[in-house]
Structures are given as C-alpha cells and as structure tokens.
C-alpha cells in the first residue's frame, strides 16, 4: 500500500493523476514504458507501433518519423528492410519491437515489466544483455519489474523486495547483496529458489 500520497518523480514531489493535461503529457514524455508480453497493437506493423509516440507526442513529419523508427528499430537490432505484423514475430522480437517503442521520444526513465516473461533463457539472456547496453550507451535509467534472478543480476545494480503477504518493501540493495547478505527468510527463498523453513522472522535488511 502507498505510506504517502505523493511520489517523487524527475526530483519534485507529483501527484501524477492530479496534473493538468499538458503538464501529464510533458511528464510522460520523459518515461518510456515496455508492457508486460509486449502489448504491440495487433492491427498494426512493428514499425506502426513504434511510430505511434511519435505521432501522438510530437510535430514531427512522417518523413523524420519514419527515420527516427527505423533508427530505433536498428538500436534493438531488428532488420528494418522488412515490416512485419506482430503476429508473425517470434516472441523475442515483439519484445524488441516494444522496447522500440518505448524507446521512440528518447526518454530518461525506462521502465520495464518483467520483460523476460515467455522468452526462452537465451532470449532472456540475449535481451538483457540489449537492455544493459542501451542503459549504458544513453544513459538512461531502468526501473524493472521482475522475478527472473538472471534479469535482476544482469541489469540491475539497486532493488527494493516487496514481499506479497505484506504488501511493503521488506529489503533493498543490489540483487547479490541481498543474496548474499540479507537474512530475511522471504528474500533468501526468492533468491535461492528454496523454501522458507521455520517460522516467519519479521525482519529487513537494506
């Protein structure tokens, strides 16, 4: 449950539903967000959904935005000589194609829900590393959601655990600290893929 009615976002405390209209979409323009499985409109192409944003979000013509999507298109290293639908990629390439997407108005923050859901582990694998080299390449910074360890330990260097009986964050650190260090049964489980034996200990680490 939310402890406060406000968050921080881009260093100033918001609420976000609150904002104006103009002043939401500013913010959400400095976001890019990959759904969870992708969420690529079906009836349209790959390079129609990574066009969308730019349509919605800026004046730019089609010309520069057919540039700019082919641009994106490249950084996720998908052949751009082709212009599939959805439907007739691999599950791996959907992935791509929405990080595409969220990376079409050059945001600051990128978030991502568990990206790794459905790939096989060298997808996974593959993707993570692609998510790690645009992070470091353009500085952006990535806000994941997942339970895959490989994904935490490959991206991530800060975590918060939230522990789903209680609904709070119960540790935070870097995924190998928190494995190594944190006593917490319910993260030693998680990060040990083992069981909880004993009875509940109600305790943190950070």
């Not at 406060?4 to 913010?27: G, H, K, M, N």
């Not at 993570?128 to 330990?153: A, C, N, Q, W, Y």
Request: charged fraction near 20%.
């Amino acid at each position: 449950m939310p402890r406060s009615p406000a968050i921080s976002l881009f260093s100033r405390p918001v609420r976000y539903r609150s904002l104006a209209d103009p002043e939401r979409a500013e913010t959400g323009r400095r976001f890019g967000v990959l759904f969870q499985g992708g969420a690529l409109w079906s009836s349209m192409t790959a390079a129609e959904n990574v066009a969308l944003p730019l349509q919605m979000f800026t004046e730019l013509d089609g010309a520069s935005i057919d540039s700019l999507v082919q641009l994106k298109l490249t950084l996720v290293g998908l052949d751009t000589g082709r212009d599939p639908m959805p439907s007739d990629l691999s599950g791996g390439m959907r992935q791509r194609v929405s990080l595409a997407r969220a990376l079409a108005l050059d945001p600051e923050i990128l978030f991502l829900d568990e990206p790794s859901t459905g790939l096989d582990p060298i997808s996974a694998r593959h993707f993570d590393d692609l998510v790690k080299g645009l992070r470091d390449g353009f500085g952006v910074t990535v806000i994941m959601v997942s339970h895959e360890l490989p994904s935490l330990f490959a991206i991530c260097d800060d975590g918060v655990f939230l522990d789903a009986e209680t609904h709070t964050a119960i540790a935070r650190g870097a995924p190998h600290v928190l494995r190594e260090e944190c006593t917490h049964p319910t993260v030693q489980a998680f990060m040990h893929r083992g069981s909880i034996a004993g009875p509940r200990q109600r305790q943190s680490c950070s």
